[in-house]
């Protein structure tokens, strides 16, 4: 068996450790799908790419109110497909011929890797190596969930409905996170009637409660919203899915000619027959690592999806440069920063969350106050004519402290950011509003406002 310095596994944001600071190792890198993982090829980079054009084929729509007359004449749907993979496709291929031709020093493996002893790899290509040193960086993959008939009758996930072959007039999307609402939103903007299907009262129920109930209410007067609905069969008739739900009502059927399934995701660590080299799991399939990233065995890391409670590139970003710098020095390791990791939902309207909600805060018994700004309130709100959307902030009512803020409304995710910086930095809330020009007028006064209506001591 051939023996290595490094084995990597996983093209995601594992990739990157294998850097010219590692050109003296002999490093293996094992890859079952495409290179550059989910984000480039399934997930954050086409589906935004999607996201954007969905957002260019709304704004007609939006414009009436404005004064402006505009129309939609209509979506070149494989034009639109093809512009994004055609860009990403060659990506992945090149980056795979690069670690598999031209990097003297990384021997590139393309199968579904799994230990089959300690600290030995079946390579899912014939060949079994050993290593001293491993990075499991293999990712997740969409949960399927157990419905009567559903393997039978064909699904979409989102590895997969980005690449259909045209439009269907009727979408039924299982699932009510942010995968769901981001294609929700990409399918309805393109002229597809979209049903969207959640087993809670809620969609994003997992964001601030405010946030996830103007999300609803919202959605609802744009999809076909079921909630608290659980889908118990699904059959097909001709072209046509039937999803057979129960819900408040009773049973209903749900019909559409495509059927995304979008109900979460979950780690690949089963893929990897883990108890063979000893590294210990989660009920949930995680990998137990501990703050740099090590896990229950000696020179096994873990990063990103198959380990971490956020399914974030960022994070996993984040993750892979601690695990780079804990490799190159073993003596000296830093510690992964999780305390205030940002996320958000591309949909419309766009979401964007960092720290506490006040459901969190309340669980926990931390002490807090609150505050909320309009959209409306501020002049580029009224320049937008947005009356749904708004930034809520939490502090601790003592030192300022702020715990969490939430944004609903347009360009959410950029507007968050100097509130990342502030938590990060830990810039107080009256420091935050009163210690800097807000530009006037933009968008980031609602934050501003917020900050400044917090009830402080």
């Known amino acids: ?8 596994i996983g093209t995601g944001s594992g990739n990157s450790i294998a850097n010219k600071r590692f050109a003296s190792w002999d490093i293996a890198i094992v890859e079952k799908g495409a290179v550059g993982g989910t984000c480039l090829n399934v997930g954050c980079i086409p589906t935004k790419m999607f996201v954007h054009t969905a957002d260019v084929a709304g704004t007609p729509a939006a414009a009436a109110r404005l004064g402006v007359d505009a129309h939609l004449d209509g979506v070149r749907w494989t034009d639109v497909r093809d512009r994004i993979f055609g860009r990403i496709d060659p990506i992945a291929e090149n980056g795979r011929r690069w670690r598999a031709e031209r990097n003297a020093n990384v ?17 899912g290509t014939g060949e079994v190596i050993t290593a ?8 997740g993959r969409p949960v399927v969930p157990d419905v009567v008939d559903l393997e039978s ?6 590895d997969t409905v980005m690449r259909l072959d045209a439009l269907p007039p009727r979408m039924t999307i299982l699932g009510s996170g942010f995968v769901a609402a981001e294609f929700a939103h990409v399918f309805s903007s393109f002229g597809v009637q979209v049903t969207v299907i959640a087993r809670s ?3 994003l129920r997992h964001e601030d409660h405010a946030i996830a109930s103007r999300f609803t209410q919202l959605a609802s007067g744009k999809w076909d919203v079921r909630l608290s609905r659980k889908a118990v069969r699904a059959e097909r008739v001709g072209r046509v899915v039937r999803l057979h739900l129960e819900g408040p009502d009773g049973a209903e059927v749900v019909e559409s000619e495509e059927l995304l399934v979008a109900v979460g995701r979950k780690p690949n660590s089963d893929l990897l027959d883990l108890p063979a080299t000893g590294v210990e799991t989660h009920p ?30 960022h994070v996993a970003n984040h993750e892979a440069r601690v695990v780079q710098h804990n490799l190159l020095n073993p003596d000296a390791p830093i510690a992964a920063d999780h305390r205030f990791v940002p996320s958000a939902v591309f949909s419309s309207p766009q979401i964007a969350s960092v720290g506490l909600t006040e459901q969190e805060a309340t669980a926990r018994g931390v002490r807090f ?13 009224w320049a937008m004519e947005d009356n749904t959307g708004f930034a809520k902030v939490l502090a601790d009512p003592a030192t300022g402290q702020i715990l969490g803020a939430h944004i609903i409304g347009p360009q959410a995710p950029t507007v968050i950011q100097p509130v990342i910086q502030a938590m990060s930095f830990g810039l107080d809330a009256r420091s935050m509003a009163r210690g800097q020009y807000w530009i006037h007028p933009a968008m980031p006064e609602v934050l501003e406002n917020a900050l400044l209506n917090l009830p402080l001591d």
């Open 369 to 381: 106050v609150t505050a909320e700004q309009a959209y409306a309130s501020i002049a580029y709100g």
């Open 153 to 158: 009758v064909g699904y979409h996930t989102s």
């Open 107 to 123: 021997t590139f493996y393309q199968g579904t890797a799994r230990f089959v002893g300690p600290k030995t790899l079946d390579t």
């Open 284 to 313: 949930d399939g995680r990998v137990v690592v501990d703050e740099f990233q090590r896990t229950s065995v000696e020179g096994i890391y873990a990063l990103g999806d198959i380990s971490t409670d956020y399914q974030l590139k």
């Open 201 to 203: 009262d809620l969609l």
């Open 132 to 139: 001293d040193r491993f990075v499991l960086a293999a990712g």
């Open 1 to 8: 068996m051939r023996h290595f310095d490094l084995v990597i």
